[in-house]
């Protein structure tokens, strides 16, 4: 397998963990890879947005805010100060 292959299972794996299974069928039906952790759509804290391979089944530009907030902080990306802050914009 190679490396990418293994990022692309690691964060897919991470993001259907969230409260045990609770959006799999989400995360499965959306093109989740390493690159989308440097990408402004999914991680606000990155500086760069860019098209890349997923266009129409991007994670960041399906999910809603609050959900991808969510999201973030339960794999910790995000502290829950910087989550709920989110919520109240």
Known sequence: MSETN????????????IDNGRFKSL?????????????????EKKNSQYRCRVMGS???????????????????LKTQEEHMAALAT
């Open 6 to 17: 293994s990022s692309e299972s690691d964060l897919n794996l991470l993001l259907c963990c």
């Open 27 to 43: 995360i499965d039906s959306l093109s989740v890879d390493n690159t989308c952790l440097n990408c402004k759509s999914f991680n």
């Open 58 to 76: 991007c994670i960041g530009a399906t999910l809603s805010k609050d959900l991808l907030s969510y999201m973030l902080w339960k794999i910790e």
